[in-house]
C-alpha cells in the first residue's frame, strides 16, 4: 500500500516498479520517464509488445494507481534492441480534483521511424514543446507544460486512417486486381485461398474433438480435410482447458461471466447439429474471417515486421475478396458452374454450400451463397470500423477485467 501512495503521489520510481511487476508475466520491459504532468512509458519485448493487450493493462494500472500529479501517459512499443517505435499511444487522465473517478482514455498515433516520431511530437501532442534531447534510437524526452484545468477527461474519440495506412490499403488493392487478372499469378496465389479453406475445416473439427488433417486434393483439384470420429479424450481436455481458465478469471468476475456464458454456447453447439455446421462452413467462413484480419492488419500496422507488410496484408485481404465474390457470381449465374458444383468432388462429396442448403438449412443454394456474398461485404467494414473505434473496444475489455 505505501507503494500505491508513493505512485499516487507522482512518485517515478514507484510508478515504475509497480508497472514492471504488472508487466513481468508478459515479459516486458518498462522503462519511464517522468516530466511534469506528462509520463512517457517504453514497453520493450521480443516480439514487439501487442498493443491491444498493452494498453488494457497500463489503463488498468493507472485507474489503480490514480496518479494525482498526472494528466497524460504516452506509451511507446518496440522490439528489444529495435531502433524504431513500432506504435504510441497515448492515455488522458481525470484532473486531480476528481481522483476518484479517474478513467483514462485512450488516443492513438501511429510512428514508423524515429525521425517521424520527432517531428510528430513536436507539432501534434498538446504536452509536448521543443525536444530537449536526440540520440538515434533511444525514447526522446521533452519539456512540457501543464495543461488547463477545463482539458478534463476526454470521451472516447473515433481514431482515423493514417496516410501510409491508405497507402497500404490503396497499394494492396492495385496489386490484388493485378493479381486477379493475371491468369499464371492468380493460379499462384489460389494456394493461399486453398489452404485457408482447409484449415478453417480443420481448426472447427479439432474444436469440436475430431481430429482432422487439411490436405491438397490432387484428384480433384483444391483441398479436403479429413475428418475422424469425435474423441472423449480430446473433448475432456477441451473442458478442462474451459474450466481452468475460467478458474483463473475469477478475480475478474465480469470476464468470468463471459466465459461461462462462452462455454455454455460451445456445449449448446456440441450437443447439436450446430457443431457440425459450423465445421462445413467455416471453409468458407476462414476466408470471411482472412478478409477482416488482412484487412485490419493493413489499416492498423499491428504485426508489421518490415514496411512492405501491410501491402502485403491488403493484397491477401483483397485478393481473398475478389475470389469469393467471383466465386459466388459464377454459383448464382453461370449455369455450367453451377452444375460442376452440384455434382460434388467425383460425384462422391458434395461441397460444403450444398450440404448447408440441403441437409440442415432445407434453403435454395441461392440463399445460402446470398449469406457468403453478405459476410465477404462486410468483413472490410468491419476492419475500419474496429480501427476507427478501437478505443471503445478497450474500454471495454477494461471494463470486463475490472
Given at each position: 500500500?505505501e507503494?500505491?501512495q508513493?505512485?499516487k503521489?507522482?512518485?517515478?520510481?514507484a510508478?515504475?516498479?509497480?508497472?514492471?511487476?504488472?508487466f513481468?508475466?508478459?515479459?516486458?520491459a518498462?522503462?519511464?520517464?517522468?516530466?511534469g504532468?506528462?509520463?512517457?512509458?517504453?514497453?520493450?519485448?521480443?516480439p514487439?509488445?501487442e498493443?491491444?493487450a498493452?494498453?488494457?493493462?497500463?489503463?488498468?494500472v493507472?485507474?489503480h494507481?490514480?496518479?494525482?500529479?498526472?494528466?497524460r501517459v504516452?506509451v511507446?512499443?518496440?522490439?528489444?534492441?529495435?531502433?524504431m517505435?513500432?506504435?504510441?499511444?497515448?492515455?488522458r487522465?481525470?484532473?486531480?480534483?476528481?481522483?476518484?473517478?479517474i478513467?483514462?482514455?485512450?488516443?492513438?498515433?501511429?510512428?514508423?521511424?524515429?525521425?517521424?516520431?520527432?517531428?510528430?511530437?513536436?507539432?501534434?501532442?498538446?504536452?509536448?514543446?521543443?525536444?530537449?534531447?536526440?540520440?538515434?534510437?533511444?525514447?526522446?524526452?521533452?519539456?512540457?507544460?501543464?495543461?488547463?484545468?477545463?482539458?478534463?477527461?476526454?470521451?472516447h474519440q473515433?481514431?482515423?486512417?493514417?496516410?501510409?495506412?491508405?497507402?497500404?490499403?490503396?497499394?494492396?488493392l492495385?496489386?490484388?486486381?493485378i493479381?486477379?487478372?493475371?491468369?499464371?499469378l492468380k493460379?499462384?496465389f489460389?494456394?493461399?485461398?486453398?489452404?485457408?479453406?482447409?484449415?478453417?475445416?480443420?481448426?472447427t473439427?479439432?474444436?469440436?474433438?475430431r481430429?482432422?488433417?487439411?490436405?491438397?486434393?490432387f484428384?480433384?483439384?483444391?483441398?479436403?480435410?479429413?475428418?475422424?470420429?469425435?474423441?472423449?479424450l480430446?473433448?475432456?481436455?477441451?473442458?478442462?482447458?474451459?474450466?481452468?481458465?475460467?478458474?483463473?478469471?475469477r478475480?475478474?468476475?465480469?470476464l468470468?461471466?463471459?466465459?461461462v456464458?462462452?462455454?455454455?454456447?460451445?456445449s449448446?453447439c456440441?450437443?447439436?447439429?450446430?457443431?457440425?455446421?459450423?465445421?462445413?462452413?467455416?471453409?468458407?467462413?476462414?476466408?470471411?474471417?482472412?478478409?477482416?484480419?488482412?484487412?485490419y492488419l493493413?489499416?492498423?500496422?499491428?504485426?508489421?515486421?518490415?514496411?512492405?507488410?501491410?501491402?502485403?496484408y491488403?493484397?491477401?485481404g483483397?485478393?481473398t475478396?475478389?475470389?469469393?465474390?467471383?466465386?459466388?457470381?459464377?454459383?448464382l449465374?453461370d449455369?455450367?458452374f453451377?452444375s460442376w458444383?452440384d455434382?460434388?468432388?467425383?460425384?462422391?462429396?458434395d461441397?460444403?454450400l450444398?450440404?448447408?442448403?440441403?441437409?440442415?438449412?432445407?434453403?435454395d443454394?441461392?440463399?445460402?451463397?446470398?449469406?457468403?456474398?453478405?459476410?465477404?461485404?462486410?468483413?472490410?467494414i468491419?476492419a475500419?470500423l474496429?480501427?476507427?473505434?478501437e478505443?471503445?473496444l478497450?474500454s471495454?475489455?477494461?471494463?470486463?477485467?475490472?
Amino acid at each position: 500500500m505505501e507503494l500505491v501512495q508513493l505512485a499516487k503521489q507522482g512518485d517515478g520510481r514507484a510508478i515504475a516498479t509497480l508497472l514492471n511487476r504488472a508487466f513481468e508475466k508478459q515479459a516486458t520491459a518498462v522503462k519511464v520517464n517522468l516530466r511534469g504532468n506528462c509520463l512517457q512509458v517504453l514497453l520493450e519485448a521480443t516480439p514487439t509488445p501487442e498493443p491491444l493487450a498493452a494498453m488494457t493493462l497500463m489503463q488498468q494500472v493507472m485507474s489503480h494507481i490514480q496518479p494525482e500529479s498526472l494528466e497524460r501517459v504516452e506509451v511507446y512499443g518496440r522490439e528489444t534492441g529495435a531502433k524504431m517505435f513500432s506504435w504510441q499511444k497515448e492515455i488522458r487522465l481525470q484532473q486531480p480534483q476528481q481522483p476518484s473517478s479517474i478513467q483514462p482514455t485512450l488516443q492513438d498515433r501511429e510512428l514508423t521511424k524515429q525521425g517521424d516520431f520527432e517531428q510528430n511530437e513536436s507539432q501534434t501532442s498538446p504536452c509536448l514543446q521543443q525536444p530537449s534531447a536526440t540520440k538515434k534510437g533511444k525514447l526522446v524526452f521533452y519539456s512540457t507544460r501543464r495543461q488547463s484545468p477545463s482539458r478534463s477527461l476526454t470521451k472516447h474519440q473515433p481514431q482515423a486512417v493514417t496516410v501510409e495506412g491508405w497507402g497500404a490499403v490503396l497499394t494492396g488493392l492495385g496489386l490484388a486486381v493485378i493479381l486477379f487478372i493475371l491468369s499464371p499469378l492468380k493460379l499462384l496465389f489460389r494456394g493461399f485461398l486453398v489452404m485457408v479453406h482447409e484449415v478453417g475445416h480443420a481448426l472447427t473439427h479439432w474444436l469440436f474433438g475430431r481430429p482432422a488433417i487439411p490436405m491438397i486434393d490432387f484428384a480433384f483439384g483444391g483441398g479436403i480435410t479429413l475428418s475422424f470420429e469425435q474423441s472423449w479424450l480430446i473433448l475432456g481436455l477441451i473442458y478442462l482447458a474451459i474450466a481452468y481458465s475460467i478458474w483463473l478469471c475469477r478475480v475478474y468476475p465480469r470476464l468470468q461471466g463471459v466465459l461461462v456464458g462462452l462455454a455454455g454456447l460451445y456445449s449448446f453447439c456440441l450437443l447439436t447439429d450446430w457443431n457440425l455446421i459450423l465445421s462445413t462452413f467455416m471453409g468458407h467462413g476462414m476466408e470471411v474471417l482472412a478478409i477482416f484480419i488482412c484487412l485490419y492488419l493493413s489499416i492498423s500496422g499491428y504485426f508489421r515486421r518490415m514496411d512492405g507488410d501491410r501491402t502485403i496484408y491488403a493484397m491477401l485481404g483483397f485478393f481473398t475478396l475478389f475470389s469469393d465474390l467471383q466465386f459466388s457470381w459464377q454459383l448464382l449465374y453461370d449455369l455450367d458452374f453451377q452444375s460442376w458444383y452440384d455434382e460434388g468432388k467425383g460425384g462422391i462429396i458434395d461441397n460444403d454450400l450444398v450440404i448447408l442448403a440441403s441437409e440442415y438449412f432445407n434453403a435454395d443454394l441461392a440463399t445460402i451463397v446470398g449469406c457468403l456474398i453478405a459476410g465477404c461485404i462486410t468483413a472490410p467494414i468491419l476492419a475500419f470500423l474496429l480501427y476507427r473505434y478501437e478505443s471503445w473496444l478497450r474500454s471495454a475489455i477494461g471494463k470486463l477485467l475490472a
